[in-house]
């Protein structure tokens, strides 16, 4: 780490113009979602991520750059295992973890300071130090944190449009307080500040959190890592709720929201008590979690549980639910259907930083983005079929908001932003590949060179 710098500087140098990488998804591998510390073998992490970017928006594959920091692995197995291809340590302490992370970030953002930065699968308190310590320093954006809360919050959007009581009304009790469940509660907590007015400590009052502990409150004995402090309940007086279904019966939740990493969290008890309370509303239930394995429970439960009457959206995919001859399809709160248009909105405008509100107009445009079957059906997030179309309405979202907040740095979109045609222009940036090599030659308007038509010579 020490040599970080010049090694990314050498690599700066020995790039052509207009071939240096646009974007790099960058972990270490420790805390990769329903599999634990991977370390070195989290690999695939980035490399997978930068997949979705460039079949989901566009974004130009010769231009993608995929990152580990092998900074060891607390997973025995893999220490002990002779074909592990990563450093055979424990895990640094926090301070040599932060001095060696901001080292590289530092680096990889002198030598190309428009790069897009995604940070992916770090543990909770690093995910949560990193992007405190770079969101207003460098072009970064954590997936987890924000990714999760912003499409999470697109099909929010959708289902208290369909809930059947007023905003101010909803009581969300989320089961799971790691980095994903606050930062999805966060944004959430934005959406009824900015959308419905309500004041910000009304709008966290709507909210309440079970861990592994029970209910977070501020009088609860334990010490709350920092991240959990700021939904901490100090209205509860002497009440503790140690369970799930204590704290159902506690709060009466309209909305119940899953990312514990716990297979069938929600029974089927505490399923048809969530329809009981909400005799007047549709129930809102979102089990996050991924993959199936670690479901809070599944489509056909959370609909047989709610007479078909409940709102939902899962972290995985669950097949379509069939009763009284209608099929009903599930939605999927997945993250592709945002981070991708984020990192192109962001690679084509530069701007200096990405802010909340950027997040928040990608999450609204999502919720727009329903054509009328999908609304006619009762869907939360539009079909994944569409999701190049989808994304390039949602990257043009991301563009407006960066220009109308004065952040974007590229003088063509900051031009653009007011223009009616500015998806079709977003859309004429997305990379497709070449069908035929003259095709190659004039596609991809961002990429500076081309190869030149090979010359045939008849014998």
Not at 10 to 32: A, M, Q
Not at 280 to 302: D, G, H, M, W, Y
Not at 424 to 450: D, I, N, S, Y
Request: net charge negative.
């Amino acid at each position: 780490v020490e040599n970080i710098g010049e090694i990314i500087g050498n690599y700066r140098e020995s790039i052509k113009e207009g071939d240096e990488p646009e974007i790099t998804v960058i972990t270490d591998g420790s805390r990769i979602l329903g599999l634990g510390d991977l370390g070195m073998n989290g690999m695939g992490i980035p490399v997978g991520k930068l997949q979705l970017y460039v079949a989901a928006a566009g974004l130009n594959p010769d231009r993608c750059l995929p990152i580990v920091l092998d900074f060891g692995t607390d997973t025995d197995k893999y220490l002990e295992d002779p074909l592990y291809l990563g450093i055979r340590q424990h895990r640094p302490s926090d301070t040599e973890f932060y001095a060696a992370a901001n080292k590289v970030i530092g680096a990889l953002h002198q030598a190309f300071p428009n790069m897009f930065i995604q940070f992916e699968d770090f543990s909770t308190e690093h995910a949560f130090g990193l992007l405190e310590h770079w969101r207003h320093r460098a072009l970064c954006f954590n997936d987890d944190i924000q990714g999760t809360g912003c499409v999470i919050l697109g099909g929010f959007i959708s289902a208290v449009e369909q809930a059947g009581i007023p905003p101010k009304d909803q009581r969300i009790l989320f089961v799971g307080a790691g980095s994903a469940g606050v930062g999805v509660a966060k944004q959430l907590v934005d959406y009824f500040v900015i959308a419905h007015g309500i004041p910000e400590a009304e709008a966290k009052a709507m909210f309440w959190f079970v861990d592994s502990r029970g209910m977070i409150t501020a009088n609860r004995g334990d010490r709350l890592a920092q991240h959990k402090v700021y939904f901490a309940r100090e209205d509860n007086g002497s009440t503790q709720c140690a369970s799930i279904e204590e704290a159902l019966e506690y709060v009466r939740p309209t909305a119940l929201v899953g990312l514990s990493t716990i297979y069938k969290a929600f029974s089927e008890k505490i399923l048809i008590r969530m329809s009981e309370i909400n005799t007047q509303s549709r129930p809102i239930v979102f089990p996050l979690s991924n993959p199936e394995t670690k479901a809070e429970c599944s489509f056909e439960e959370a609909m047989r549980c709610t007479d078909n009457r409940v709102l939902f959206a899962s972290g995985t995919a669950f097949p379509e639910y069939t009763a009284n001859g209608r099929v009903y399809v599930p939605g999927q709160g997945n993250n592709m259907y945002v981070f991708p248009a984020i990192g192109l909105g962001a690679v084509l405008c530069k701007p200096t930083c990405i802010t909340d509100t950027m997040i928040y107009a990608v999450s609204k445009a999502l919720a727009a983005s329903l054509n009328e079957q999908e609304k006619a059906d009762g869907e939360l997030y539009p079909r994944i079929e569409r999701i190049r179309e989808v994304s390039a309405e949602l990257a043009a979202a991301f563009i407006r908001q960066a220009v109308n907040e004065g952040l974007a740095k590229d003088q063509m979109w900051i031009s653009m932003a007011g223009d009616k045609d500015l998806v079709a222009e977003v859309r004429r940036f997305m990379w497709l590949p070449a069908e035929t090599f003259e095709q190659l030659r004039q596609c991809c308007p961002h990429t500076h060179h081309h190869p030149v038509m090979p010359h045939h010579h008849e014998e």
